[in-house]
């Protein structure tokens, strides 16, 4: 049974940095892209983030880049996602998800965590 | 802001035929499949439909998706009450090179 596990959730303050983790369980790791979606409480989702297989094809939302990382260890089994200059809009459940193939583009996301809350506020 | 457009909400008695829509653009539905999640209250979303129209196993057969040019819909036959709940369309975007989401339908069982 795949099984992805959020944590690194958090109250931080504006302009500040949090890392969120993934572990991953119940499948191949390294056989598939992984991404995170998040989620304002009582409103739509919005994809954050995708990283392959092998950390060779990134792709991020513009109201994320360059200021949010996604990263992946392999041997770990671990996904995660660097979040530097928080802002309050940042504000949301992380969910992090798997696709169903290697790659991040087409992004059919087929299993998902139960999210880490990440507030921005001071 | 999302760029997929969905039906605020739809509803129907049990056993009735519910339809709800997600209307793109040509770089996202119009070039690309369309995926469906359905998310329960209080739960994370959970893949319904992939590729415009094929069912994951264990999604029952009541629910059925389909595309035609930029634009999709999701269709629920013979409506239950545990399908009360949100639907998102989503579609990759090849001019922002990411991942849309819909908007979100959500639909009440009466």
């Known amino acids: 049974e795949v099984q992805l596990v959020e944590s690194g959730g958090g109250l931080v303050q504006p302009g500040r940095s949090l890392r969120l983790s993934c572990a991953a369980s119940g499948f191949t790791f390294d056989d598939y892209a992984m991404h995170w979606v998040r989620q304002v409480p009582g409103k739509g989702l919005e994809w954050v983030s995708g990283?392959?297989?092998?950390?060779?094809?990134?792709g991020s939302a513009d109201s994320v880049k360059g200021r949010f990382t996604i990263s992946r260890d392999n041997a770990k089994n671990s996904l995660y996602l660097q979040m530097n200059s928080l802002r309050a809009e940042d504000t949301a459940l992380y969910y992090c998800?798997?696709?169903?193939?290697?790659?991040?583009?087409?992004?059919?996301?087929?299993?998902w965590g139960q999210g880490t809350l990440v507030t921005v506020s001071s | 802001q999302s760029v997929l457009t969905q039906s605020p909400a739809a509803s129907g008695t049990p056993g009735q035929r519910v339809t709800m829509s997600c209307s793109g653009s040509?770089?996202?539905?119009?070039?690309?499949?369309v995926n469906w999640y359905q998310q329960l209250p209080g739960t994370a979303p959970k893949l319904l439909i992939y590729?415009?129209?094929q069912r994951p196993s264990g999604v029952p057969d009541r629910f059925s998706g389909s595309r035609s040019g930029t634009s999709a819909s999701l269709a629920i036959s013979g409506l239950q009450s545990e399908d009360e709940a949100d639907y998102y369309c989503?579609?990759?975007?090849?001019?922002?090179?990411?991942?849309?989401f819909g908007t979100g339908t959500k639909v009440t069982v009466l």
């Open positions: 040509s770089s996202n539905i119009g070039s690309n499949s």
């Open positions: 998800v798997k696709g169903e193939t290697v790659v991040v583009v087409g992004a059919t996301l087929t299993n």
């Open positions: 590729s415009n129209s």
């Open positions: 989503a579609a990759w975007d090849d001019s922002l090179n990411g991942l849309v």
């Open positions: 990283i392959s297989w092998n950390s060779g094809s990134i």
